[in-house]
């Protein structure tokens, strides 16, 4: 009797044949988006050993990397130069070029405008890719985004030029969990989550991201990709909250706030340290959980009450530090207004050059509206132009620091002598305890 011809699922079969080619390093590779999410993971799938092409619609950047130079802050150097000797590693700004390729990964910004998620980028991306897609292609979205995006949005484009997500299209969404500056992990050393629109859609995901990093997650859906990552950038955004509230109650009774920190953070378990600073800034942190309290109050009527809550709190650290910027000046008799202070350090974190929602220039606008005479340094910045402050940096020397009324450290690259810093100063406001000489009378932390 002969067996009936078991009927599979087209997708089956499509995830299958896109697992093999992918296992045979046969599958070709088109990124969409070549900032430091995109490029890092085109340079990672061509040093894995597919061929990969990058897709930018900035010519000059498209040019620069086609020639072998690496333009892109927050790209690791190495990983770069690594994947361009394969030869495996090609740049364009057509989009045209998706249709050769087996796995299309769309990376592209996902700011907010008004406090609202602006898809503008996801939505280009989604058109032009659905405009010239191929039956059996694979693709994800990586851009930081809120729940539901990629089935509600960039699917209906993708299926616009005719393909069926789930049949003759794979779709998946895995989070960037790139790092700029922090060579700790490495690419492949961060571990991947990944949800599909359906189970062969994971399968064909996970298999690609398996030959980039050591770790893949897969999750069930694409929703539950997306919320993991706004809920790990949201307990930054919360945890950091909780410290900078507890900062300001520890000032209040005279408590240290970072002794505090350090005997709680020597519970071997259930507890990370976080610490004070003036404020969340980076494009990160600050945006991400926005994403999760807009989707929850659109689509559930309610708000995330805590997001919200937190971003309240570090959103007004700025203010607070220009204030206990001032009480350390009152104290020693100097007022604001008219006070020489110095700078140093304006972007949003250490050793990192990228001034997006600086906390440390909105605390200097506080203290230019106090008509505080400014001046500042930062190794990465030659000029601030924003929040009503327009300075250009000095050039940093013994006779600058020694003639502040106070020296601000906001932003401690490692770069400062703190010891000299810490002589040269009258005063030394250390907002993130960078020194750790709260004792010495000349300085003062948050
Ligand atoms: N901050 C504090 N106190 C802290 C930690 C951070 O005030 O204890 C401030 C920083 O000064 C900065 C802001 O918060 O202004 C964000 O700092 P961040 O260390 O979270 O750095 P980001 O914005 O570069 O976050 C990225 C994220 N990476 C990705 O999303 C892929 C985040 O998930 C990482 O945990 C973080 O880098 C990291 O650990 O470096």
Redesign the pocket.
Known sequence: MPQPRRRTDPAVDLSRSLVDAVEANSATVAVIGQGYVGLSVAAAAARAGMRTIGVDLNPERVAALADGRQVVPGVDDDLFAEAFATGRLGFTTDPAMVADADVVLICVPTPLIDSRPDLAAIEGAGAAVGHYLTPGTLVILESTTYPGTTEQVLRPLLEAGGRVAGEDLLLAYSP?????G?HAHGFAGVPRVVGGLTPPCTEAAAAFYGRLVDVVHPVSSCRAAELAKLL??TY?LVN?AL?NEMAQLCADQGIDTWEVIDAAATKPFGFQA????P????H??PLDPAYLTWQSRRDTGRPFRLVELAKDINDQMPSYTARRIMDSLNKRGVAVKGAKLLALGVT??PD?GDVRES?AIQVLAHLSSWEAKLSFHDPFVTAIDEHGVKLRRRRLTEDLVRDADAVLLLTPHATYDLEELAAWSSLLFDARNATGRRDDPNIEVL
């Open positions: 960037e969990r790139i790092n700029p922090d790990e950038n930054r950091i410290v976080f610490y004070p600073g404020g969340v800034g980076g990160c942190i949003y974190k990192v906390a």
